[in-house]
Every structure is written in C-alpha cells, then in structure tokens.
C-alpha cells in the first residue's frame, strides 16, 4: 500500500516540550511508574527471520499486525531496542543449576566459556515494549507536587501498594495477551528496566538488589544522572563529572512510499548490520595495522508509536482525501486543466487509503522513529553517525541528526517519558511499520545448555548446543553434520560432546521427570553422562586430553586383535534371529565375486542355523559352511576362514575370547581401530578390496555393539551419546539403510542421541527412516548442485535461496587462507534455521582438538599401552 506524504503527522511545536523530564517512583517485574503516568514494560522474543520463505515472513507480518492491532489500539506505546553486552558472569549465573550432580569439573567447563563470553565481546539485543496503561494525575496537578524535585528522576514516592498492585495486575492481562503471539512476550523483569533506564545516560549500575518493588534510595541512585545537551550532540556525564561518552539522537524523517517486504522494509531488524570501515593510524596489540578493519556500530532504537482506532484512521484518511481533492481542483484552474501528477497521485493515494481501511481492514499507524548513536569521543560519534545515514539512505530512509532537538529528543527516549517532537512523525500503514521486524533476527539453538558458539546471522547472539536432551523432550535423538571434508565437522562433534560431559540431571530432565526419578529412588548424585566416539580416521585422540583437562573420565582404547570376536553382531543384538540376518548380510559383503551369486541363500541358512544355539557366533556360521556338502558354500566357509585370520577379520569373525573392551562407566570413551582401511567416497562397492570390507564389517559390528551398550539396565536413565563417523560409506552396503534405520530406533528408545558424521548429503536425505528420526542438522560447506538440493530438502529450505549460503558457508574472505572452518547451517528441534560459529573456549582445547595427525594426543598403539587400557576398563 502506498502512503504519500500527505500522511505526514505535521503538527508543529506544542507543549509537550516544556515538561519535565520522568520522575520514576517504581519499578516491578514488569511494570514502571512515574508520578504521572504507569506503564507495562514487556519483553519480546527474537522470531527466526532467516532463511526462511517469503511466504513465512509474510505469515509472520499479518498474524503481528492482527494480534498487535487488535490488543495494543489506541494505547500510547514506546518501543525500545537497545544493545547490551553478552556477559560472562550472566553465563555463569544462567549455567550453575545445570551442572548440579554432574561429574568432572564443570565450574571449570563453564568459567572458560564465560571468559570467552567476555572476551569476543559479543552484543545482544533486547526488545522492550512499553505500554502506557494509566494516566495517573492531571498535568497541572503533578506540576505542584514536583515543584521540589530536581531532575534527577525521583518524586516523592507517592504510589501505594495498592495501586502498584492494581498495575500490576494490568500489566499482566497485557502480557497474557501477548504470549501467544509471534513476539511471546513476557514480563520485562524490574532488573530489565532497571539496567535499561541506567543505560540511557550511559551510566550503567550494577545490577539492583530488590525485595518485591524497586523505590526509594535504590530507585534515586539508578535514575541520577548529567547529560549536557549540544547543538547536535549529548555529552554524558560520570559520578566524578568527567565526560565518558557521547550521543546523538536522529530522527528517520522521510520514507519510501514503497518498502519491499522482505527486503529494505526490514528497516529495524538489520541494525546489527550497520559497520563502518575503521581509518585508524593505530596498530593493534599484535602490531598490526587497524586502518581497513570492519567495525560493528551499535544503534539503538526508540519508537513512540500509537495504532489508530479504527474510527479514527477513517476519519484522517477522509480529511486527507478531501484536502487531495481540493488541490487537484485549485490545480486545474490554475493550470488550464493540465494537473500535475504529484496532485493526482496524492488523490488516488488518498482514496486507496480510505478504501483499504474500510473494505480490508488496513490499520495506520502513527510513529515517532529514532535512533540514538554514541562514541567514546566526538571523532568516533562522527564516524558512526555517518555510517547510520548511509546505511539508512542505502535503502531510501532519510536519517537526520536532530540539530537544536538534541535535549528533547534524548527525554522523549526515556522510559516513561512521552512525545516531545511531534512534528518529527509519519503516519505509516501498518505494513510499514510492522514490517520494519524490529522482532525479527537470527535464533536457533536449545533453550537449555551449554553454550558451544555463536550465531552469525542478522542478529549475533549466543548459540546452545545439548546433544543429550532430545530424549527427555520426548523427541527424536539423531543429529546429523553433513559437509565436506575438512570443514570442522569433527571439532564441532567434539565441542558438542565435551559441553554435556559434566552436566547433571536438571540439564537433561523437566522437573516433574527428576520428581519421578527420585520418588522411583534413583541416586542422581554423581550424575554422569555417557558417551562413546567411534574414530575410524584416528584424529581425535585430543578429545581424551581436552576431556581429562576438565575431570571427565575419558580412556583412548585401540581396538586390536587381541579382541578376537568384539564386533560380532550376534553378540551387539539380542534377537538371534533378527542378528542372522545382519551377519548373513555381513558375510554376504566379505564374499568374493565368484561366490557370490550363492553367498546369499548359503550364508543366510547358515546364520539361521547357529541363530537356535544358546551361544551363536559368526565364527560358528564360518564352521558350519566349511562343513557344508554344497562345495560352494564350503568354498565360501575357507575363504572367511582365512579372512578371520587377518587382524581386521579377528575382530567381526573370529571366535569371541571374552575380553571385554566397552565399559559402563560414565565417561567420554574414544574407540580407535589401527588397520582400518576405510574406502574412498567415490569408490563403487564392486571395486572395494577385500581389506576395505573388512573394514566395514568391523565398523558395522563395534556401531550396533556400541549401541546394544545404551540399552544396559545400568545405562537406563543415564544421558548416552554415541557419535557414528563415516557414514557415508555405511550407506553404499546393501543392507547399510536398514541397518542405519534400526540404530536410530534402538538409540531413541533407550535415551542414547546419535551423531551422524557424513559427507553424504543425498544418502542422508534418501533414507525416509533416518530424516524422521533428525531433531538436529548442522549442515557444513558443500559444492555440488546435487550435494546442495539434498542439504537444502533436509532442511527444508528452497535450494535456490539458500543454496548460495551452504556454498559460502566455508569461505572467509578476511582469513589468510579463505578458509572459514566450523561454520555451519544449524536447524534445531523446532525446525528453526541460521548460520552458526563453532567456538573452542580458549587456545588450549583447540590444540587438543587439532585433527592434524601429527598433533595427536596419545601417539602410539601398542599392545602395552592396550594391556593398561583393558586393566582399566576391566
């Protein structure tokens, strides 16, 4: 819809500028009064905008514009968005309860990733809304009883607890309303509005210490301030008067006519994305020049807005027809009957407007846009006003500083102040102004857990990652990292396992589900989680060393053959007859080409066969077929023989000694296979050699082992993670879907979450069982068209959107070698989708994560080194 300037709310100057500035006598979950007026304060959640369709976005837009119409008409709002600092002792505070009753050190886990917290330094934002609901005395009336009080911002504490109660309740019935919708608003807590009021003046407080309702000397302290107002600038004030900051406010004071939504209509939803071009001459702490380097601006918003009441927007839209009219009228006589276009534009505007208010229910809005900026010195507000306009005039918004305004604008941004500069407005149809999504940004990742990086997306926020909680969600358990090789895949696994290993129950359980536990009379103390990687490529042996580092019981065993029969799959399934299968499948695999066309029907009637003993075993099925009067099959009998000879081949087909190799202890445990010889991606099944199914047989034989492990009594209510690498060539064996499918199912119904690690995006997106089974993706770089469509469907995007952003996904411009690693597509539980940076805590851990083979933790495989492992876990 368009809406031409005749739209614009000029009302010239008023008294609105001669009152005083907030005088604040309470504030309270939710709720903030000042002597003459109460507001609701609300807090509103990011909705994930990105990457999702326009069909999504525009959902998104008319379910807001027809919630917020109806609940907020009439009454006079002040939106806030403001930027705050991601704090590490926040992360400490929010992460304490989680680690209760786990193993290992988690205070440590936790200090590291709150120290990192500190040092990036990362911005978060905060969406307030505040909604006048009380217009508590007359003008004239609050004029006498402040006469007193200076501008500090504190009257005489008037308000009863009666009346803060009767606020309050008022602020609750607007919250309500509000919950159930695209913003889920809550209560904005009294420590909420407490740092937001300090934050204006620049003069942030610690955090406020209250009991019920904050007032009195606490409320003096936080409200004191001096800003001296400029001709086009603020200058803010410390405690001992010296100068810590400067400010200006401008306003946005011309729009398109148009704004395309998605797109530049967005035009408060990007404002992380405003940056400028560092010009320093200084060099960095490593000496390095700093001239060139991109610099985030922070911008905050503050938005007094009112949506008409119907009645109301008819009757403006009417007058403003008729003032069309008269000019185009006026226009022709004095043209000869040539009118201008601007003139009958403005009519047909006009008329449209009416007609969408009355026959489509279009809502118009009246807003009073403004943006504060601010610079430690006047050079730095300089460049970073600068940068706000261009942003703005790059998308056809006119951001001017508010030259002789300066003092008026900063009070009409303050909590609980009102309009001041009403001739700086627009009246804007509802599109847009709700489609500037000031609630619109990057979120994804689990409400609960350890943080293990950050979001890169349109707004920057942490990202939590817990692996081990899908089961108690009542969800499916499997996550996938899907992506080249070399693209992080490994580390981010690593990162994810090692952040749950010292978590206790309440990470992973509801409070009604620990309540049952323990009525069940289930110790939870020393809590622990367990989790097993299978490492095929012998490059994360550091995780061991990075686990120990932080108190986790953590071993490297190598798998050897001196554990003859450990991968035997009549021993990793309980259902003989459902493991004669697998094992005439495995056999089946191992067969040469000339046997083969028999192998299937021998093998399977063989396995059968030993299925009905009380102890089958593979190597009994080898026995049986040597023993065979088909010569055939007893050919294929002394060909497995001699295969289970070989190291590989002692382990899936050799007879079973006992000696046992997994443990149920809870720890992290990291299985090695020496000899492994997995085959190349692009090599067809025909062409493997018989080293390379050896291979798999044992990788097929230790996986359903490994998760037989999660199914132990002992194990039943403990978290159990089990990362599955190499995926991708588990999926090129006949039987490989099946089998993947059936380790999905087992792992959901026994608390045990998967990690599939693939390069093999189509596979993955071809196996129906194993899509529903993914309640997480990370999806890393890939290149192939092929490659990108499959990721694309698993993440149920379009291809040709988000396509260009899988390929990038890799690629840093700024890095010396271009290569980002650990970057990531991640789609959480809830379906929600953005990119995300994995992030080792400190220097330290990545070294000990490095899947360089020369930096390993733990070098060498001997059978001594295996004789100490197995008297452990033993």
């Known amino acids: 819809m368009k809406i031409s300037k005749w739209l614009l709310n000029n009302l010239g100057l008023g008294d609105q500028r001669l009152k005083p500035p907030p005088h604040y006598e309470a504030i309270s979950?939710?709720?903030?009064?000042?002597?003459?007026?109460?507001?609701?304060?609300?807090?509103?959640?990011?909705?994930?905008?990105?990457?999702?369709?326009?069909?999504?976005?525009?959902?998104?837009?008319?379910?807001?514009?027809?919630?917020?119409?109806?609940?907020?008409?009439?009454?006079?709002?002040?939106?806030?968005?403001?930027?705050?600092?991601?704090?590490?002792?926040?992360?400490?505070?929010?992460?304490?309860?989680?680690?209760?009753?786990?193993?290992?050190?988690?205070?440590?886990?936790?200090?590291?990733?709150?120290?990192?917290?500190?040092?990036?330094?990362?911005?978060?934002?905060?969406?307030?809304?505040?909604?006048?609901?009380?217009?508590?005395?007359?003008?004239?009336?609050?004029?006498?009883?402040?006469?007193?009080?200076?501008?500090?911002?504190?009257?005489?504490?008037?308000?009863?607890?009666?009346?803060?109660?009767?606020y309050f309740g008022i602020a609750r019935q607007l919250q309500q309303s509000l919950a159930n919708t695209r913003w889920a608003a809550k209560l904005a807590t009294a420590e909420q509005i407490a740092w937001a009021i300090g934050r204006e003046s620049h003069r942030e407080k610690e955090a406020v210490k209250r009991r019920g309702f904050i007032r009195g000397a606490q409320l003096f302290d936080l409200a004191s301030s001096k800003i001296i107002p400029h001709e086009d600038f603020l200058e803010f004030?410390?405690?001992?008067?010296?100068?810590?900051?400067?400010?200006?406010?401008?306003?946005?004071?011309?729009?398109?006519?148009?704004?395309?939504?998605?797109?530049?209509?967005?035009?408060?939803?990007?404002?992380?994305?405003?940056?400028?071009?560092?010009?320093?001459?200084?060099?960095?702490?490593?000496?390095?020049?700093?001239?060139?380097?991109?610099?985030?601006?922070?911008?905050?918003?503050?938005?007094?807005?009112?949506?008409?009441?119907?009645?109301?927007?008819?009757?403006?839209?009417?007058?403003?027809?008729?003032?069309?009219?008269?000019?185009?009228?006026?226009?022709e006589k004095n043209s000869a009957g040539d009118t201008p276009p601007d003139v009958l534009e403005a009519e047909y505007v006009a008329e449209d407007a009416v007609n969408s208010i009355q026959h489509e229910g279009m809502r118009l809005v009246e807003a009073h846009p403004r943006v504060v900026v601010k610079g430690r010195d006047l050079e730095e507000l300089d460049a970073n006003t600068q940068a706000v306009i261009s942003y703005y005039a790059g998308i056809g918004i006119r951001a001017v500083v508010g030259v002789d305004e300066q003092r008026d604008l900063f009070l009409e941004s303050l909590m609980g102040d009102g309009l001041r500069v009403v001739d700086l407005g627009h009246v804007q149809d509802d599109v847009q102004f709700f489609g500037s999504f000031f609630w619109g940004g990057s979120k994804v990742g689990d409400a609960v857990g350890p943080v293990t990086g950050f979001l890169t997306g349109s707004t920057p926020g942490v990202f939590r990652s817990n692996i081990a909680r899908a089961a108690s969600l009542g969800i499916a358990t499997t996550s996938a990292y899907i992506g080249k090789s070399g693209m992080g895949k490994t580390n981010s696994i690593c990162l994810d396992m090692l952040s749950v290993a010292t978590l206790g129950p309440k990470a992973f359980n509801k409070p009604e589900r620990l309540a049952e536990l323990v009525e069940q009379g289930l110790d939870l103390s020393g809590y622990g989680v367990w989790q097993t990687l299978l490492d095929t490529k012998g490059d994360t042996s550091g995780l061991v060393g990075a686990a120990k580092r932080y108190g986790i019981k953590s071993e490297l065993l190598r798998v050897t053959q001196r554990y003859e029969g450990a991968a035997d799959l009549f021993l990793a399934m309980d259902d003989p007859f459902e493991a004669a299968q697998a094992v005439a499948g495995q056999l089946v695999l191992l067969a040469p080409a000339n046997l083969r066309n028999i192998a299937d029907e021998a093998a399977l009637d063989a396995a059968t066969a030993v299925a009905a003993q009380p102890y089958p075993t593979t190597h009994a099925v080898i026995e049986l077929l040597m023993g065979s009067t088909n010569e055939d099959a007893a050919k294929l009998g002394r060909y497995l023989t001699k295969l289970a000879q070989l190291p590989l081949g002692r382990l899936t087909l050799g007879k079973p000694n006992g000696l046992r190799i997994f443990t149920e202890e809870p720890g992290l445990w990291v299985y090695q296979f020496p000899g492994l010889r997995l085959p190349a991606d692009t090599k067809p099944v025909d062409e493997w050699t018989p080293e390379h199914k050896l291979s798999m047989a044992v990788l097929r034989g230790f996986l359903a082992n490994t998760i037989k492990m999660t199914t132990k009594q002992r194990l039943r209510f403990m978290p159990k993670v089990v990362a599955i690498p190499e995926v991708h060539h588990l999926l090129k064996v006949g039987d490989g879907v099946a089998f993947l499918d059936t380790l999905a199912r087992v792992g959901r119904a026994n608390n045990a979450s998967l990690l599939l690690d693939s390069q093999d995006a189509q596979g993955i997106s071809m196996i129906p069982g194993i899509v529903e089974q993914l309640s997480a993706l990370r999806i890393f770089q890939l290149s192939s068209r092929p490659e990108v469509e499959a990721a694309a469907a698993l993440l149920q995007k379009d291809p040709d959107s988000i396509g260009p952003t899988i390929r990038s996904l890799g690629v840093d411009p700024s890095a010396e070698d271009g290569i980002r690693k650990g970057h990531c597509l991640a789609m959480d539980y809830r379906g929600r989708v953005g990119t995300v940076q994995y992030d080792f805590p400190n220097a330290e851990v990545q070294a000990l994560l490095n899947t360089n083979a020369d930096q390993q933790y733990g070098a060498d495989d001997t059978d001594a080194d295996l004789d100490e492992q197995l008297e452990m876990v033993s």
């Not at 976005?57 to 919630?67: C, K, V």
């Not at 309860?97 to 990192?116: C, H």
């Not at 395309?260 to 400028?276: A, C, D, Y």
């Not at 985030?296 to 839209?317: G, L, Q, W």
């Open 29 to 166: 979950d939710g709720l903030l009064v000042t002597a003459t007026k109460a507001e609701a304060w609300l807090s509103l959640e990011t909705s994930n905008t990105d990457h999702v369709s326009n069909e999504e976005i525009l959902e998104n837009l008319d379910s807001i514009i027809a919630d917020a119409g109806d609940i907020l008409e009439g009454s006079n709002c002040h939106l806030k968005v403001l930027w705050g600092r991601i704090s590490g002792d926040d992360y400490r505070d929010s992460s304490a309860e989680l680690i209760e009753g786990g193993s290992g050190d988690g205070a440590m886990v936790i200090d590291e990733r709150a120290d990192r917290i500190d040092f990036l330094e990362m911005p978060e934002r905060h969406i307030l809304l505040g909604i006048q609901i009380v217009d508590r005395e007359q003008e004239a009336v609050a004029e006498v009883r402040k006469k007193a009080a200076d501008w500090s911002g504190l009257s005489s504490n008037s308000v009863t607890e009666a009346q803060l109660l009767g």
């Open 237 to 331: 004030k410390g405690n001992m008067g010296e100068t810590v900051a400067f400010g200006s406010v401008l306003t946005l004071s011309d729009f398109p006519e148009e704004m395309r939504v998605p797109g530049h209509g967005e035009w408060l939803k990007n404002l992380s994305q405003i940056t400028r071009i560092d010009q320093s001459e200084d060099l960095s702490a490593d000496g390095k020049p700093l001239a060139g380097r991109v610099i985030p601006v922070i911008v905050d918003a503050s938005i007094r807005f009112r949506i008409m009441p119907k009645t109301e927007a008819r009757k403006r839209a009417d007058e403003a027809r008729k003032t069309a009219k008269e000019q185009r009228r006026s226009a």
